[in-house]
């Protein structure tokens, strides 16, 4: 009786034994798995992060290469980088000036290399993509981009000429304009144009007079007259 006893006491510890190990086994796979879930949570937070940080990073290099396009110029050569307008009047508005400044603007030549977001990316494509080759991927990307335009090729006498015949066309018949180049130090590599208008008094028609005789000229520039004053009374009525 005593090693029945014996016998089933070790055969309940045994059972009891093996299900605290189940027990165990369950609870530390439980901790497995959650933590598993955890670090999976974590790298798909991390994974969208790191595609980000990469696109950065190549989208700064292309902007750093893209900004240091004046490296490529030879010794003493300056990127030309805009022309400006200064309107010198004390009896024009600011906003009257700076409608006039963009006008003159306007007509300024040469035109300064192509900018994307401040980038002069068509210019660096030129440099990158520069060969001697006639065909070929470098030579077509070659064609899309733009040779840099230098301060030396503005013609600051024939753009002065030009944008005082503009002020005189518009009644300012004793404007002047002189131009200049400007760096901001000696040794820069970009130049820009500036222009300073002092435009002088604007003059206005005062009173105009047809001619009344029977001359051919008379008759068609007084119907001509005449045809303008019938429309204008028209469109008021």
């Known amino acids: 009786l005593k090693n029945a006893g014996c016998a089933a006491s070790i055969s309940r510890n045994k059972k009891k034994k ?81 409608a006039l400044s963009e006008e003159l603007g306007a007509l300024l030549r040469p035109v300064p290399n192509s900018t994307i977001l401040g980038l002069r990316f068509k210019l660096w494509l030129y440099f990158k993509t520069k060969t001697n080759k006639t065909k070929g991927l470098a030579h077509w990307l070659n064609k899309k981009g733009e040779p840099p335009v230098l301060i030396s090729s503005v013609n600051l006498d024939q753009n002065s000429k030009i944008l005082q015949n503009r002020l005189q066309n518009e009644s300012y018949f004793q404007a002047q304009v002189s131009g200049d180049t400007v760096s901001k130090k000696p040794t820069s590599k970009v130049a820009k144009a500036v222009y300073t208008a002092v435009t002088g008094p604007g003059y206005k028609i005062r009173k105009v007079v047809f001619p009344q005789g029977n001359r051919t000229i008379d008759t068609a520039v007084a119907g001509r007259h005449a045809a303008i004053a019938d429309e204008q009374h028209r469109d008021r009525v």
């Open 18 to 98: 093996k299900k605290n190990r189940t027990k165990q086994i369950k609870h530390w796979s439980k901790k497995i798995c959650s933590s598993n879930r955890i670090t999976n949570r974590k790298l798909l937070q991390t994974k969208p992060m790191t595609k980000h940080l990469k696109y950065i990073l190549l989208s700064s290099c292309v902007l750093l290469s893209a900004c240091s396009t004046t490296k490529f110029l030879a010794p003493g050569q300056k990127l030309y980088t805009g022309g400006e307008v200064v309107i010198k009047d004390s009896v024009l508005k600011k906003s009257e000036k700076k």
